[in-house]
């Protein structure tokens, strides 16, 4: 609940500078864009079965190089996301703005390459002329490739407000690397122990959490040397990380 409280309080700083019901548009196809963080969308089998969140989730899992064990989909229910995480956002938004704008939950499969949800939601806008994007935590990348494939893509955003995104990297994401320690995402009658063990054999074949991983950047942005993370000084990331038991073959720079 802090945290969704603090996702308010910044999302309604951000508004107070992009004024989007007296933004100028030229046409009524509009959309404002919840882009979610990772594991806040929801997943299922193509046959129906929810497996994030569920028991079902160690149905996620991934093969080495990266792809889905299981056929699986993203899909949206209640415009909420998993874990209802986003549904104070949506319901915010809707009351305020729809019907002039489309309130629209962008929904991604968050283990893949982030550049894939980036085409997914060009796809999606495709129908758009102006949109506004909402994007929180990693969403904030999948924004910034939608951005950066083509001018058009630019042209008709008019916004984009990042909330929380690690757009050099972020420390945190090694911890749960290297232990799977993520247990505020803890699906219900889940063993903890066994569930963090399964994060962390996810997390060592998914493109999505190398992409969260510090970047060069990172270090000469933050000035921060080194990172420590389970008694281990990241005094030279970029030679340490692919060398980690789980970054063997696997590292994405």
């Not at 104070?88 to 991604?108: C, G, K, N, R």
């Not at 949109?131 to 955003?157: D, E, P, W």
């Amino acid at each position: 609940m802090r945290k969704i409280m603090c996702f308010m309080l910044c999302l309604s700083l951000m508004f107070g500078v992009v004024d989007i019901a007296n933004a100028s548009s030229t046409t009524s196809s509009k959309a404002i864009v919840i882009i979610p963080g990772i594991m806040g969308s929801s997943l299922r089998t193509t046959s129906g079965t929810t497996v994030w969140v569920s028991t079902n989730y160690t149905m996620l899992g991934l093969s080495e190089n990266g792809t889905s064990i299981y056929s699986l989909e993203s899909f949206d229910s209640d415009h909420y996301g998993a874990f209802d995480i986003y549904s104070t956002l949506y319901t915010a938004l809707y009351s305020t703005y729809h019907p002039e704008y489309d309130i629209i939950f962008f929904d991604y499969d968050f283990r893949l390459n982030n550049a894939s949800a980036a085409t997914k939601l060009a796809t999606e806008l495709s129908g758009y002329n102006e949109v506004f994007l909402i994007a929180h935590s990693m969403g904030g990348l999948v924004a910034s490739k939608y951005l950066a494939n083509s001018a058009a893509n630019r042209a008709k955003t008019k916004a984009f407000i990042s909330i929380g995104t690690p757009f050099v990297g972020s420390a945190k994401c090694i911890n749960v690397m290297d232990n799977g320690t993520l247990l505020e995402f803890l699906p219900e009658n889940a063993n903890p122990f066994a569930y963090k063990t399964f994060v962390k054999n996810l997390c060592s074949c998914s493109y999505a959490a190398y992409q969260l991983l510090p970047t060069n950047k990172y270090y000469t942005t933050t000035g921060i040397y080194p990172i420590k993370v389970g008694g281990t000084n990241y005094s030279n990331p970029m030679a340490q990380l692919p060398n980690a038991n789980w970054g063997k073959k696997r590292m994405v720079v």
